[in-house]
């Protein structure tokens, strides 16, 4: 079946995004990482060692924060996240790794409202988070993009015709290079183009995020 790549969100695959105003930008069929929140059965993960948190970067101390200037709204400079590129990150699935990684763009609507919930959430645990901007142009190859999608396929979603996309933004967690948890997006009542996410939105996708850290840090 043929796949889709695509950069946002469609006001037509999510139910969260279905209420959006007719002004929202029509999805371009460029590269981005999508996985569905909703149950979808789990590839089974090998029970071999995990790579000890230590030796993760603690954030607290993170001199590698990456420059998200260009979100609008944020300012943390000492931030949770470490830029890698998308090669490097199909890398570090390849090689078994685990790990937590987000996929996303500074312009991106959804993408700048869940940054810094991610960030807080990672803070909060002592996490690092891993940024693939899907805005730059190295991060893009036909290659790359069909590597990606192969090795998260069954997790991402499928458009009206049942062929899968890629979207941002992507959190997911990876577990000796398989994923065990994944969102897309924020949260199913949040429409960006409708209004900013209350406090109760920004605390249930908060604890989504924090739920995915802990699986993390509890398996090693």
């Known amino acids: 079946m043929r796949r889709k790549i695509v950069i946002l969100l469609s006001a037509m695959m999510l139910s969260g995004c ?7 930008p029509t999805p371009s069929l460029t590269p981005s990482p999508a996985i569905e929140q909703t149950p979808m059965p789990s590839p089974a993960i090998e029970q071999t060692p995990m790579p000890s948190p230590a030796a993760t970067p603690d ?11 260009a979100y ?3 300012t943390d400079e000492q931030n949770a996240f470490v830029e890698i590129s ?3 990150s199909l890398e570090k699935i390849e090689q078994g790794e685990s790990f937590m990684i987000y996929y996303g763009k500074p ?3 959804w993408c700048i409202e869940a940054v810094p919930v991610l960030n807080e959430a990672a803070k909060e645990n002592g996490a690092v988070v891993y940024y693939v901007d899907t805005s730059k142009p190295e991060n893009y190859s036909e290659a790359m993009i069909e590597k990606i999608m192969t090795l998260f396929e069954g997790w991402l979603l499928k458009d009206e015709e049942g062929e899968e996309g890629f979207y941002v933004p992507d959190v997911a967690l990876i577990v ?5 948890a994944n969102h897309i997006a924020t949260v199913d009542s949040h429409d960006p183009y409708a209004a900013p996410m209350s406090e109760a939105e920004q605390a249930e996708l908060k604890q989504i995020y924090t739920e995915m850290i ?3 840090t509890s398996a090693a």
């Not at 000796?176 to 065990?180: E, K, L």
């Open 18 to 24: 279905a209420g959006a105003p007719d002004v929202k």
């Open 59 to 69: 954030p607290t101390v993170n001199d590698k924060s990456a420059d998200l200037s």
């Open 72 to 74: 609008e709204g944020f």
């Open 86 to 88: 998308l090669e490097a």
């Open 107 to 109: 312009n991106c609507p």
């Open 176 to 180: 000796n290079g398989r994923v065990a």
């Open 214 to 216: 802990k699986k993390l």
